[in-house]
């Protein structure tokens, strides 16, 4: 099977609300999907849409750039290659893993439907027909953000992650209280910084929220202030902008740095990498996410197939854009939440297939 031709997409992706989160506030996006196409007939798809070009280095416009340097030297490769069609991506352009992620993605989706097996079954196995997902509550007035998590738990969800940082600690502080005053125990909660707070702030609020069971995601902005203040926190740390490729994941691994990461595919270059990423936190127990900054039905399935193969007891779920977008690309099989939960897509490949007429003519062909 040879790679005849790839098409590149532009898809809206309009918000149902602002998202904010201290370093950026996501609304109206536009995400890249990659369709990748084989002589033998067969077709798959990728998909990349970072949270706008401030969350993390990644940005739209750029992983286009990389998408019309790297197209042409695929094509006449064997999909089903994964990793020789990665390192292909890698000899003509270094870096820029986000769009490579795309390709991987489409490439996975291919094989899935030339062995006629799910991803989550060419990658170690599903766990269950279902997967948790957790929500993410945009940052608001601590009564606001308590009332969201008690109506999120309500509705089945076993973990949220709550927005903070970007503005008075003691409003972080106020609403982490009253989120656990709002809660059932049981629910298991992320203070998600996305790198915003001093150290000094991450020292005051870990002190002032102690008997508070939380992790908290991304406190600050370098692996050098994390490290400074990790053994004075109360709570355990995960990283998600930090863990920008696999050797990042391994460097604070083995740096005894964090107690577990956020992982997401496009940044780590798709689903060939989180998979090392996710086989190197199981070889230290450590717990994580497989999700992604944003996007349809597209990469929701790809997280979602990863999701389905790590260990449940390390698993901490699966986010995905759904809630809080106002379309999906799969008419037909695209992918939900229902109680907090997430079901595995049943068909080969991704099990999903966005639909002609959000797609469009490409806006690059090869
Ligand atoms: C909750 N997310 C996965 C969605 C946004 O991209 C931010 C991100 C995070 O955990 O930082
Ligand atoms: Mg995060």
Not at 22 to 34: K, R
Not at 148 to 162: K, M, N, P, S, T
Not at 233 to 257: I, T
């Amino acid at each position: 099977m040879k790679l005849v031709g790839i098409n590149v997409y532009n898809v809206d992706v309009p918000s149902v609300h602002q998202y904010r989160m201290a370093s950026a506030t996501v609304t109206h996006l536009q995400s890249t999907i990659v369709e990748l196409i084989t002589d033998s007939g067969l077709v798959g798809f990728g998909e990349t849409c970072p949270a706008g070009p401030v969350y993390q280095p990644q940005h739209m416009l750029g992983g286009r750039a990389a998408l019309q340097e790297i197209g042409p030297s695929l094509i006449g490769l064997d999909p089903r290659n994964i990793g020789q069609l990665n390192r292909a991506m890698n000899a003509t352009l270094n870096g820029s893993r986000y769009a490579k992620a795309a390709i991987d993605i489409a490439a996975w989706d291919i094989a899935g439907k030339a062995y006629n097996r799910r991803v989550c079954d060419l990658i170690g196995g599903a766990t269950g027909d279902t997967i948790p997902t957790y929500y993410s509550i945009t940052t608001a007035s601590p009564d606001e953000m308590a009332r969201e998590a008690r109506e999120r738990q309500r509705e089945g969800y076993e973990r949220v992650q709550l927005k903070i940082g970007g503005r008075d600690v003691e409003q972080d502080i106020e609403t982490l209280h009253k989120v656990k005053e709002a809660t059932k125990p049981g629910i298991r909660i992320a203070a998600d910084a996305n790198r915003s707070l001093t150290s000094r702030d991450a020292m005051f609020l870990s002190h002032r929220c102690r008997d508070i069971s939380m992790v908290m995601e991304q406190p600050c902005n370098t692996m050098e202030e994390i490290a400074a203040i990790r053994h004075q926190l109360c709570h355990p740390v995960y990283v998600d902008e930090l863990a920008e490729d696999v050797n990042s994941v391994m460097r604070a691994v083995s740096g005894g740095l964090v107690d577990g990461f956020g992982l997401k595919l496009t940044r780590l270059g798709g689903i060939l990498a989180v998979q090392t990423a996710r086989d190197i936190c199981d070889a230290r127990s450590l717990p994580h996410t497989c999700d992604d900054t944003w996007g349809g039905d597209v990469i929701a399935a790809a997280c979602v197939h990863v999701g389905a193969t790590v260990a449940p007891a390390r698993f901490e779920g699966s986010w995905i854009a759904a809630p809080y977008i106002r379309r999906h690309f799969d008419s037909e099989n695209h992918v939900q939440i229902e109680a907090g939960r997430i079901k595995v897509p049943t068909g080969p490949g991704l099990g999903v297939t966005p639909d002609k007429v959000h797609l469009g003519s490409p806006i690059m062909a090869f």
